[in-house]
């Protein structure tokens, strides 16, 4: 029988696999359906795979840049298309006769221009031959992409159905059109040619334009007829034999093999077959990074919303690679890819963050055409962002990890590149441009840190200094109401700062959450003896133990709803939590016992809710903070009773199981413990007490 309670209970660890199944299934069906070929080369390698002959016959593809080179110099000599536009010359001469005609009527009356007027059909058949003459040879509109040519440049010009090469040097232009006119009415044998002069200067236009359909046309049919192979490899024929270098030919060869393996091979074979294969190295990779995450970094793999987080940053590169390789004027290696290891290591640590770029770098190598060298680009970056501990706090040291990264890159493809081509001249220098793209969009992890702690409810080093500002209104309102408990939460801050930088673990967090560990004291503060007033007394002597126990407390549960209301990061909130653990009010226990010996005591009452400390740096405060209350009590100690104090209370946490749950190591404890008495010593002045000299 189904138990549904059992069913539900499941569900939260169901829906943890979901996560997982949705972000595998999310990145296979970017991967390319085609089959990918199963060599890696690169020209001036070694051959470290068997003998290669080839399995059906191909033609050799010629070298891409030898056809680039052939299609730059077909565009640079083809002669473009120009059409002469026969309508042209009957609309103008319509326009001649008509404003011939014009002028006449207006001259018919006066004395001028008598021979016009005796003879208007020779004027008239004069101007239409000049218009004939002019419009046959072509007035051309000239393109703006053919003005830089010179006059010996070739155009075809089309006439009807037929096309002749003419060169630029046979058309006239509107100008020398209206020359020419200017040049050839005095030899008119006119009396009068001046009467045609304007009447022929406002009808010359061009009638010759350029045809970019025509042209575009032709240039495609032109281009196409460019042979892009040269010769043929048959089926059986050797191409590399093991041990041998990879030579431009034998590049060319397999280059050409793979082109027509991919063509021909992909369209006899199941597209699911190529789809369970991508998935299949999906599941695979993605399956044993969720495997890392549940066994190294549980907290992450139990919460489900820091758990998508991570598996977020895969499919989000994933994507990015794939609409990179569908864009022709794009390159993978623009992607920034050194964000993730940044953003993961500020909020995390160094071993998920590069466990995550490895990740990321291996599925994006299955979707990208750069090769082995991408790989090895982008795993270099990723450690060396590790290695330069880049600083989301300070600009310069960002700036500085920036250029670290761009020189990685850049010294490593260039490495690359020697090897394979052999000199500097042959190497791509599109790429060192890419690559500083991508070293400059890794500056967007500086802005995506803190939108992400707000979508995620993370808390980083940027917002970690921001809480340290004693100008915060909960600091400030400390400093007023209880300024004996701040001054104590600044000394608990600068022990805690000092254990933490000493074992490796988070300074700036522990400073930040001493700073409000104790904020809740403002409720009562006078019960807390940092602030009490000796000239006030002690308001504890006007309230039962149990009273006071329950005042003492408070101030934990209090800490943690000031701490909601204001917003402050839930990491802080578990400090001022866990920051006495389950430990008991010892001095108001003792007392009540004392005034009820005849009753049983509910032990719960004078209890901390706790829990109890878990990560390192909470250990820390909650030993740094019964350290210095306890060492504030002694008079004029001695560097023997300081270190005495601190054993006994740390040997006391042991002993009431308050470690019980913290990742805090017996080596990491010592080291705490010796940092503790330095700076307890340091701030008592203690001396050591020298045995008196014996009188003799």
Same mark, same amino acid.
């Given at each position: 029988?189904?138990?549904?309670?059992?069913?539900? !209970?499941?569900?939260?660890?169901?829906?943890?696999?979901?996560i997982i199944a949705g972000i595998i299934t999310f990145i296979s069906f970017l991967f390319p359906n085609s089959l990918q070929f199963k060599y890696q080369f690169e020209k001036g390698q070694i051959w470290r795979y068997d003998d290669v002959t080839a399995p059906f016959d191909f033609a050799i593809r010629k070298n891409q840049s030898d056809i680039d080179s052939t299609i730059a110099q077909l565009k640079a000599e083809f002669s473009p298309y120009?059409?002469?536009?026969? +309508?042209?010359?009957?609309?103008?001469?319509?326009?001649?006769?008509?404003?011939?005609? /014009?002028?006449?009527?207006?001259?018919?009356?006066? +004395?001028?221009?008598?021979?016009?007027?005796?003879?208007?059909?020779?004027?008239?058949?004069?101007?239409?031959?000049?218009?004939?003459?002019?419009?046959? /040879?072509?007035?051309?509109?000239?393109?703006?992409?053919?003005?830089?040519?010179?006059?010996?440049?070739?155009?075809?010009?089309?006439?009807?159905?037929?096309?002749?090469?003419?060169?630029?040097?046979?058309?006239?232009?509107?100008?020398?059109?209206? !020359?020419?006119?200017?040049?050839?009415?005095?030899?008119?044998?006119?009396?009068?040619?001046?009467?045609?002069?304007?009447?022929? *200067?406002?009808?010359?236009?061009?009638?010759?334009?350029?045809?970019?359909?025509?042209?575009?046309?032709?240039?495609?049919?032109?281009?196409?007829?460019?042979?892009?192979?040269?010769?043929?490899?048959?089926?059986?024929?050797?191409?590399?034999?093991?041990?041998?270098?990879?030579?431009?030919?034998?590049?060319?060869?397999?280059? $050409?093999?793979?082109?027509? @393996?991919?063509?021909?091979?992909?369209?006899?074979?199941?597209?699911?077959?190529?789809?369970?294969?991508?998935?299949? #190295?999906?599941?695979?990779?993605?399956?044993?990074?969720?495997?890392?995450?549940?066994?190294?970094?549980?907290?992450?793999?139990?919460?489900?919303?820091?758990?998508?987080?991570?598996?977020?940053?895969?499919?989000?590169?994933?994507?990015?690679?794939?609409?990179?390789? $569908?864009?022709?004027?794009?390159?993978?290696?623009?992607?920034?890819?050194?964000?993730?290891?940044?953003?993961?290591?500020?909020? @995390?640590?160094?071993?998920?963050?590069?466990?995550?770029?490895?990740?990321?770098?291996?599925?994006? $190598?299955?979707?990208?055409?750069?090769?082995?060298?991408?790989?090895?680009?982008?795993?270099?970056?990723?450690?060396?962002?590790?290695?330069?501990?880049?600083?989301?706090?300070?600009?310069?040291?960002?700036?500085?990890?920036?250029?670290?990264?761009?020189?990685?890159?850049?010294?490593?493809?260039?490495?690359?590149?020697?090897?394979?081509?052999?000199?500097?001249?042959?190497?791509?220098?599109?790429?060192?441009? !890419?690559?500083?793209?991508?070293?400059?969009?890794?500056?967007?992890?500086?802005?995506?840190?803190?939108?992400? *702690?707000?979508?995620?409810?993370?808390?980083?080093?940027?917002?970690?200094?921001?809480?340290?500002?004693?100008?915060?209104?909960?600091?400030?309102?400390?400093?007023?109401? !209880?300024?004996?408990? #701040?001054?104590?939460?600044?000394?608990?801050?600068? #022990?805690?700062?000092?254990?933490?930088?000493?074992?490796?673990?988070?300074?700036?967090?522990?400073?930040?959450?001493?700073?409000?560990?104790?904020?809740?004291?403002?409720?009562?503060?006078?019960?807390?003896?940092?602030?009490?007033?000796?000239?006030?007394?002690?308001?504890?002597?006007?309230?039962?133990?149990?009273?006071?126990?329950?005042?003492?407390?408070?101030?934990?549960?209090?800490?943690?709803?000031?701490?909601?209301?204001?917003?402050?990061?839930?990491?802080?909130?578990?400090?001022?939590?866990?920051?006495?653990?389950?430990?008991?009010?010892?001095?108001?226990?003792?007392?009540?016992?004392?005034?009820?010996?005849e009753n049983e005591v509910n032990e719960a009452d004078f209890r901390y809710p706790g829990p109890k400390p878990r990560s390192k740096e909470e250990t820390i405060m909650m030993m740094a903070d019964s350290i210095e209350a306890a060492c504030k009590s002694l008079k004029n100690p001695t560097e023997q009773q300081i270190n005495e104090m601190i054993d006994k209370i740390v040997a006391g946490k042991i002993a009431q199981g308050q470690m019980e749950?913290?990742?805090?190591?017996?080596?990491?404890?010592?080291?705490?413990?010796?940092?503790?008495?330095?700076?307890?010593?340091?701030?008592?002045?203690?001396?050591?007490?020298?045995?008196?000299?014996?009188?003799?």
């Amino acid at each position: 029988m189904i138990s549904w309670t059992n069913i539900i !209970a499941q569900l939260p660890n169901l829906s943890r696999y979901f996560i997982i199944a949705g972000i595998i299934t999310f990145i296979s069906f970017l991967f390319p359906n085609s089959l990918q070929f199963k060599y890696q080369f690169e020209k001036g390698q070694i051959w470290r795979y068997d003998d290669v002959t080839a399995p059906f016959d191909f033609a050799i593809r010629k070298n891409q840049s030898d056809i680039d080179s052939t299609i730059a110099q077909l565009k640079a000599e083809f002669s473009p298309y120009y059409e002469m536009d026969a +309508n042209v010359l009957r609309e103008q001469k319509k326009v001649f006769e008509a404003t011939f005609k /014009q002028e006449l009527n207006l001259i018919r009356n006066t +004395n001028q221009f008598p021979d016009v007027k005796a003879h208007p059909d020779r004027y008239l058949s004069y101007g239409q031959r000049f218009l004939e003459k002019v419009y046959e /040879q072509g007035i051309i509109a000239l393109s703006p992409a053919h003005e830089q040519h010179g006059k010996n440049f070739v155009v075809q010009l089309i006439k009807g159905n037929i096309a002749q090469e003419h060169t630029l040097q046979y058309f006239l232009t509107t100008r020398s059109a209206q !020359a020419l006119l200017t040049d050839s009415l005095p030899y008119s044998q006119l009396p009068e040619p001046d009467f045609l002069y304007s009447l022929l *200067e406002n009808v010359l236009t061009p009638n010759v334009f350029y045809n970019a359909d025509l042209t575009s046309r032709f240039l495609e049919e032109a281009l196409a007829q460019i042979p892009t192979t040269e010769g043929m490899v048959r089926r059986g024929e050797a191409i590399i034999a093991r041990g041998n270098v990879v030579t431009d030919r034998v590049y060319q060869q397999l280059e $050409s093999l793979k082109e027509q @393996y991919e063509q021909d091979v992909t369209t006899r074979k199941s597209y699911w077959s190529v789809f369970i294969g991508y998935f299949l #190295l999906t599941l695979l990779i993605i399956g044993i990074f969720s495997v890392y995450l549940a066994m190294f970094a549980n907290k992450v793999f139990r919460r489900h919303q820091e758990l998508f987080f991570i598996l977020l940053w895969p499919a989000i590169y994933s994507y990015l690679v794939y609409v990179v390789e $569908s864009t022709d004027a794009l390159s993978a290696y623009m992607i920034p890819f050194c964000i993730v290891p940044i953003v993961i290591r500020t909020f @995390y640590d160094n071993q998920l963050a590069i466990f995550s770029h490895i990740t990321i770098v291996l599925i994006a $190598s299955f979707l990208s055409s750069l090769g082995y060298e991408f790989i090895l680009l982008q795993m270099l970056a990723g450690i060396v962002v590790l290695l330069s501990d880049i600083n989301t706090r300070s600009w310069s040291h960002f700036f500085s990890s920036m250029f670290y990264i761009f020189l990685t890159y850049a010294l490593a493809f260039l490495g690359l590149s020697l090897i394979q081509e052999g000199s500097l001249a042959s190497i791509d220098g599109s790429v060192f441009t !890419a690559i500083f793209i991508s070293a400059f969009l890794t500056m967007l992890a500086y802005p995506l840190i803190p939108l992400l *702690e707000r979508v995620f409810g993370f808390t980083s080093h940027i917002t970690l200094m921001e809480l340290t500002d004693m100008n915060r209104p909960l600091l400030r309102e400390l400093s007023i109401k !209880a300024p004996g408990t #701040l001054q104590h939460s600044l000394q608990v801050g600068n #022990l805690s700062e000092a254990a933490a930088r000493k074992i490796g673990a988070n300074p700036l967090l522990v400073k930040a959450a001493a700073l409000y560990h104790d904020i809740g004291k403002t409720k009562h503060a006078s019960f807390f003896i940092e602030n009490q007033n000796p000239a006030n007394g002690n308001p504890h002597e006007q309230k039962t133990p149990l009273e006071s126990a329950k005042i003492i407390i408070e101030h934990v549960t209090e800490g943690v709803l000031m701490a909601k209301k204001h917003r402050l990061p839930l990491i802080i909130i578990d400090f001022i939590k866990t920051h006495h653990g389950t430990t008991r009010v010892e001095y108001f226990y003792r007392q009540y016992i004392n005034d009820h010996p005849e009753n049983e005591v509910n032990e719960a009452d004078f209890r901390y809710p706790g829990p109890k400390p878990r990560s390192k740096e909470e250990t820390i405060m909650m030993m740094a903070d019964s350290i210095e209350a306890a060492c504030k009590s002694l008079k004029n100690p001695t560097e023997q009773q300081i270190n005495e104090m601190i054993d006994k209370i740390v040997a006391g946490k042991i002993a009431q199981g308050q470690m019980e749950d913290s990742r805090l190591t017996f080596r990491e404890l010592e080291v705490c413990k010796k940092e503790f008495k330095k700076l307890m010593k340091s701030v008592h002045h203690a001396r050591i007490e020298y045995p008196e000299e014996k009188k003799g």
